[in-house]
């Protein structure tokens, strides 16, 4: 789905979080089985202007979590996945795809909602994100009956993306308890790593070393032994920890995690300081398994 983002008041909306919302879109457009390449406007902002735009578009005097306002005319009860032909009228040559309509956000809304449930900031984003997606599809929440088949859609979505929704935050913080196991006496340069898997469990590691200096390993690397050697074959994120400065992860952990996870998102923290990339920003043309051997289709 193309999405065409524009922020207001959030400055540093984390390119990570645009990549999660890019993947929310995708998968829900998966799941409703759009044929018709789609795109939306995505407004990411704050209760302040969530609440004129709800005043001035729809009448409601307040502030709200998310607003979408659908642009294809479907008919009474019936969904984008229902009417190809309809999204194929819709269809704009110049920009590649069937406008679908607007989604406004506020992220103030979202950090509140995400405290009051305990789930992380990507969670809550995540949801608002495909909550308002399903409307611009045809949905909607008036009725029992389809307030359900909605949330089934919902859920059917957010299954498929939550592992993605995890929490950074937790994930830095056992990379860094990891690290405090490392032996390092050779280099003096400890560093610790907290793997997701797709299942939701976290392995962490930490650098070994040895008195036969290459017999080393990485923090990394041992994350991810300890994790493959308990049957886990997908991975969503990374975070590896260090003391002195941000350290990437060396050239033999990249290709050790990109025989599993080519679209891992690795993150580096160091003190408060924290960056992230793709793996496959890390690795471009990276070498790859052939997907049979990792058990899938
Ligand atoms: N090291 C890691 O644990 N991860 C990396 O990505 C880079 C290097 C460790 C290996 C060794 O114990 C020490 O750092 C110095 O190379």
Known sequence: MILELETQHEPGFDEAWLRLLQSAADTAEKAEGLHTPAAIHLLITNDQEIHTLNREQRGIDRATDVLSFPTVPYPAGIRAGAVPELLEQEYDPDEGAAYLGDIVISMDHVRAQAAEYGHSVERELCYLMVHGIFHLFGYDHMEEEERREMRAMEEKTLNEINVKAYDRGELIARAKE????????????????????????????????????????????????????????????????????????????????????????????????????????????????????????
């Open 178 to 297: 990891a690290m405090k196991y490392s032996y390092s006496p050779y280099s003096h340069y400890p560093v610790g790593a907290c793997l997701l898997a797709k299942s939701g469990k976290m392995y962490t590691g930490c650098n070994i070393e040895n008195a036969s200096y290459g017999v080393a390993n990485c923090a990394e690397r041992t994350a991810l032994f300890k994790a493959v050697s308990e049957g886990e074959r997908e991975f969503v994120a990374i975070a590896v920890t260090t003391e002195k400065f941000l350290g990437w992860p060396c050239g033999i952990c990249r290709q050790a995690l990109y025989e599993f996870a080519p679209d891992l998102e690795v993150i580096v923290a160091c003190g408060d300081e924290v960056d992230s990339m793709p793996l496959r920003e890390l690795l471009p043309h990276g070498f790859g398994a052939a997907p049979d051997r990792l058990g899938k289709e």
